[in-house]
């Protein structure tokens, strides 16, 4: 992918969504990254990335029907993590 000059956690697009979403991030460096999925509570609902990637530009598909849990309406947090970069953004499920 592109060179890119910092790490960023996109908006998921589209938002609200049903059943699926894309969820994009960009990594300065290579290291071990990891992006979950929480529930309002803050309850582990998937996790989408858990492994080392160079650097570079990323999209991650969130599929709320192959959840393991039946996902109800309403907002859901995910959480990426690389490096000392840690964001946390917020996403509506529509059914």
Do not use: C, W
């Not at 969504?17 to 290291?31: D, H, V, W, Y």
């Not at 071990?32 to 803050?42: H, M, Q, R």
């Not at 999209?59 to 970069?85: M, T």
């Amino acid at each position: 992918g592109q060179p890119v000059s910092e790490y960023a956690l996109t908006q998921n697009y589209p938002n609200p969504f049903n059943p699926s979403t894309q969820i994009r991030f960009a990594l300065k460096e290579a290291g071990y990254v990891t992006l979950k999925v929480y529930d309002i509570i803050g309850n582990e609902i998937a996790t989408l990335v858990n492994e080392y990637k160079p650097a570079g530009s990323y999209e991650v598909e969130f599929n709320s029907a192959s959840s393991i849990k039946n996902l109800a309406s309403g907002i859901y947090f995910y959480h990426l993590q690389a490096g000392d970069f840690v964001e946390t953004k917020k996403m509506t499920l529509l059914k």
